[in-house]
Nanobody, 121 residues
């Protein structure tokens, strides 16, 4: 059974940076496509970025500011978030599926518990 645990969220000021981590267990993360999603209060869960062995994709809203990286030796994926804006405030979720990366929530089988990111002005 694949389990995902996020960490690294918290409060930050506009323009600041945070790095989220997603640790996978129960499988070698190198075989997984892993994605980041976020959900703000009253809004639907939305795609942030995803990566697998072939590359990465990002939502237009975060392109150039956020960066996904992976440490397969630690079975961990990271989301480096720079130049944060108040509209980035949300609960951030790590997700995983086998094979192809996807921007669709419904394509992912495994989900973490989420970590809150709050960007203040």
């Amino acid at each position: 059974q694949v389990q995902l645990v996020e960490s690294g969220g918290g409060p930050v000021q506009t323009g600041g940076s945070l790095r989220l981590s997603c640790a996978a267990s129960g499988v070698t993360s190198g075989v997984l496509a892993m994605g980041w999603f976020r959900q703000a209060p009253g809004k639907e869960r939305e795609f942030v970025g995803a990566g697998n062995w072939r590359g990465t994709d990002y939502a237009d809203s975060v392109k150039g500011r956020f960066l996904i990286s992976r440490d397969n030796a630690r079975n961990t994926m990271y989301l480096q978030m720079n130049s944060l804006k108040p509209e980035d405030t949300a609960v951030y979720y790590c997700a995983a599926r086998f094979n192809l990366r996807s921007w669709k929530v419904e394509d992912y089988t495994y989900w973490g518990q989420g970590t809150q990111v709050t960007v203040s002005t």
